[in-house]
């Protein structure tokens, strides 16, 4: 019998059908994938599952009961844990508080910080994560957190495990440890949901997938027995094939002149010496593991942080940014790595979002000129196939591929040379993500220089003129056309790792 | 994977927040090493109990307003309450104090709940939620009042509750430091007080990790109705009267106090200890300013003590957050 049954789910926002017929079953002790591109419904059905949304129709049986968790903590309470795509939790608090949060140790009603502590660091130990269990959760960076987050859900001995998106933000060694604790899970008999948009990792870790689209469910079937061309066919039709097109028909670059040349870049431990040259034309990207420096280096460049140590030359002259707003001047771009965070507003419009640093060009004598701002809007969401009701609608209720969308015109209506993107693809769909990566391309051809910092190193090798590879804050190699495989790449980012400890945390 | 993982005392120092509050008890330190050098009688007996007795009460409102703060709400009927909490219970001390003490804080309660219910269920922002209820718990008490103060009764011991001393301390004081230690501990040492920092670090967080976030957030403003009615207790105690029309202003110093003990108006970070130290801090300053004016060098009236006062939260949260700042650019 199933653990899980959902059939004929139905969810609408506002009228908006988000789920029309989807359904899902979980055998006892399996890891089941369930795939399909943002918008799909795949985060509106867990979220029925795990108590977050309550659905409009359909049925739900957990262990052969039908239930309707009213919130997450009776999902909880049932064995349900789940690590969300978004990772929530409180960072101003302990990673022992985090981790126990709703289930506090006690002694005489009084926490016992002890074994509280001592709980939370065995808990992350299973994933060889060693951290000082008191510090503040904000003090780590984004992979820290998810191992925390893994860590609380895995602690509560749940039935069930849901990850939403788990791997994101894990490099390649965290996502062999999470699998072998799904691993373990499975052979406890604990049954896992994991979505994910690695393909890869679907093959390697679960047992069936459940197919998506249009908020139904289209298939399942088992990992074995579908290829990844079929799956994906399945996921997005015939677009991804176009879309894949697209990008290996564009032109071969002609670097131009250089934009920005760095050299001797340091701050603090994380970045130590990095060298890095961007031409107009020309997409670098900037690999490296976790931590080895890439999103330190790209807030160096855009001015976000002062280098301590380094040069910065800009058209060939020394120049030293204080504050973003100067570089932003001198036409740089950033779209950040963290949407949530530092991106998007999120009850704002589309419309405002699009246009917010473009605020001041538009305004005539002080007023947002309205026919203006409508125009560049509508030419964005054209140019970029953003899909959306209206520009009015709030960018929250969009997918995060059309946010990022939204983003990314954000910086191209400023018109910029150089466009810094930060994971520009993290968390959104195969068929956006292949949109996006587009439109990176062709900006670079028509002369815009381009810094990418990316996880995926398919997404390098599909887009990268040249590649800076990262190790522990310093640049040890620069590939250029013809060098950039999987195998240099990966031979230079572990050339300058020590093999005690790790370079980042 | 290897976390950055600084010794614990260094994180202290390192810690902005916990700079702040420490900040906050060296300038009460100050202040107090300035009054015991400058003026004969500041640290007489009569001058520290007097000045617990009164400043009980805001300290009270304080306390409560520290918690609602950290929820990242804030309780702006406090003064309100605290006035409907005294009328109250000037009614009810003819049954007793037991009986004074109860209703006033019941009064309270009940605001608190309202006002609990109005933001959770109603949804409405705190800061309208709990201005409607500042209005209408003015209106409450004056209604019940009949637009004058209430004399409480004499034939009862209600009125020991606020003039009376307990072991050679003024029994307002021994109820404020009850009140302090129970909510250090409620904050630090239970779950439910991690689960309010939790809700006021981030609400979708707490709700997702299976809190109930609607019933905290209720308990917190139950909590600080229910302290805005016992300072009114306190009021009605100390003074022989409930007073319709007492309390105004008293949520700006609440909401003063807590800030200057470092807790974020943000939500999700906040030391009832330190809230303490602020609440005694903002009122150690009136008490210095009124010997100042004692002395006949200067004369003062209410009005310049506030505008000094004004000046001087501002400076010393300027300060504070130079400090933070600072730190974070480390």
Redesign the interface.
């Given at each position: 019998m199933a653990l899980v049954a959902m059939h004929g789910i139905r969810k609408a926002f506002n009228a908006v059908p988000a789920l029309v017929d989807a359904s899902l079953e979980i055998e006892p002790g399996e890891v089941m994938a369930l795939v399909g591109q943002n918008g799909a419904g795949k985060s509106t059905m867990i979220k029925i599952l795990?108590g977050?949304y309550r659905r409009d129709e359909g049925t739900l049986t957990f262990d052969g009961r039908p239930v309707d968790f009213p919130?997450?903590?009776a999902?909880?309470?049932a064995g349900i844990s789940?690590i969300?795509q978004e990772i929530?939790?409180?960072?101003?608090?302990s990673v022992a508080?985090n981790v126990f949060?709703?289930r506090?140790p006690?002694r005489l009603?009084?926490?016992d910080w002890r074994r509280m502590n001592r709980e939370a660091e065995a808990a992350l130990a299973r994933f060889?994560?060693?951290?000082?269990v008191?510090?503040p959760l904000s003090?780590?960076?984004a992979?820290?957190r998810q191992?925390v987050a893994i860590a609380?859900a895995v602690s509560r001995k749940a039935r069930l495990v849901v990850m939403d998106e788990s791997t994101s933000s894990l490099d390649e060694?965290?996502v062999a440890t999470l699998f072998d604790t799904i691993r373990t899970l499975k052979r406890d008999g604990v049954s896992v949901l994991f979505v994910s948009h690695r393909l890869d990792e679907l093959y390697a870790v679960c047992d069936r997938v459940t197919i998506m689209r249009d908020g139904a469910t289209i298939g399942v079937h088992p990992m074995s027995a579908i290829t990844k061309m079929d799956l994906v066919t399945a996921m997005l039709g015939r677009a991804l094939a176009a879309a894949e097109h697209r990008l290996h028909d564009a032109p071969p670059h002609k670097a131009g002149a250089p934009i920005v040349e760095a050299a001797g870049l340091a701050r603090g431990r994380r970045l130590r010496d990095v060298d890095l040259a961007v031409h107009s034309g020309e997409v670098v990207a900037l690999a490296g593991l976790l931590g080895s420096g890439r999103t330190e280096t790209a807030r160096v460049l855009f001015g976000a942080d002062r280098p301590e140590a380094g040069s910065l030359k800009l058209d060939g002259r020394d120049v030293a940014f204080g504050e973003p707003s100067e570089a932003i001047e001198a036409g740089f771009g950033f779209l950040s790595e963290d949407r949530k965070i530092e991106g998007i507003i999120p009850d704002m419009s589309v419309a405002e979002n699009l246009t917010l640093a473009l605020m001041p060009r538009l305004a005539k004598a002080g007023v947002i000129d309205r026919a203006a701002q409508r125009e560049v809007v509508n030419r964005f969401i054209r140019r970029l196939g953003i899909k959306l009701a209206s520009p009015d609608q709030k960018i929250r209720e969009l997918s995060g591929g059309n946010q990022q969308k939204v983003l990314l015109a954000r910086w191209l209506a400023m018109n910029p040379r150089l466009l810094i993107v930060d994971e520009p693809t993290r968390g959104i769909d195969v068929g956006a993500k292949a949109d996006v990566l587009t439109m990176i391309r062709e900006l670079a051809g028509a002369g815009l220089g381009v810094v990418m910092v990316s996880s995926e190193l398919e997404e390098i090798i599909s887009l990268a003129d040249r590649v800076t590879v990262l190790s522990d804050g310093r640049s040890v190699r620069d590939l250029h056309a013809g060098e950039i495989d999987e195998t240099s790449i990966m031979a230079a980012m572990a050339s300058d790792v020590p093999t005690t400890?790790?370079p980042?945390? | 994977?290897?976390?950055?993982?600084?010794a614990?005392a260094r994180?202290t120092l390192r810690n902005p927040r916990a700079m702040a509050r420490w900040g906050v008890v060296l300038a009460l330190v100050a202040l107090i090493l300035f009054g015991w050098a400058r003026y004969d009688n500041f640290l007489s007996e009569y001058n520290i109990l007097s000045f617990l007795r009164y400043n009980s009460m805001f300290a009270l409102i304080a306390l409560g307003m520290c918690f609602v703060i950290i929820t990242g709400g804030i309780d702006l009927s406090v003064g309100g309450v605290a006035a409907l909490g005294s009328v109250v219970a000037a009614y009810a001390s003819g049954y007793g104090l037991a009986a004074g003490v109860a209703a006033g804080t019941g009064a309270g309660l009940l605001a608190g709940l309202i006002n609990g219910l109005v933001v959770t269920r109603l949804k409405i922002a705190p800061f309208i939620a709990t201005l409607a209820m500042m209005l209408a718990a003015y209106g409450t008490a004056l209604l019940l009042a009949g637009n004058q103060s209430v004399s409480v009764s004499w034939d009862t011991a209600f009125i020991t509750f606020g003039q009376n001393d307990f072991l050679g301390f003024p029994i307002p004081a021994w109820v404020m430091l009850a009140a302090f230690v129970i909510g250090w501990?409620v904050l630090e040492?239970?779950?439910i007080g991690?689960?309010i920092?939790?809700v006021?670090?981030?609400e979708?967080?707490?709700?997702?990790?299976?809190?109930?976030v609607e019933t905290i957030l209720t308990g917190v403003y139950m909590a600080s109705g229910a302290l805005a009615g016992l300072a009114g207790v306190i009021l009605a105690a100390q003074f022989g009267a409930g007073q319709p029309t007492e309390g105004v202003g008293w949520e700006l110093f609440a909401i003063a106090s807590v800030v200057v003990g470092g807790t974020l108006l943000t939500g999700?970070?906040g030391s009832v200890a330190a809230t303490f130290a602020g609440a005694m801090l903002l009122a150690l300053l009136f008490n210095v300013l009124n010997f100042e004016n004692g002395k006949g060098w200067i004369s003062l009236s209410a009005y310049w003590q506030s505008v000094i006062r004004g000046a001087f939260l501002l400076l010393f949260v300027l300060i504070q957050a130079r400090i933070a700042t600072g730190e974070e650019d480390d």
């Open positions: 795990t977050a919130n997450p903590g999902a909880q309470d789940t969300y929530n939790l409180v960072p101003h608090r508080e949060l709703g506090e006690t009603g009084f926490i060889n994560v060693s951290v000082d008191q510090a003090t780590f960076n992979a820290t191992m609380r060694r965290e400890g790790a980042h945390g | 994977m290897t976390a950055v993982a600084p614990p994180r501990v040492h239970r779950p991690r689960r920092l939790a006021g670090g981030s979708d967080a707490s709700r997702l990790m299976g809190l109930s999700g970070v």
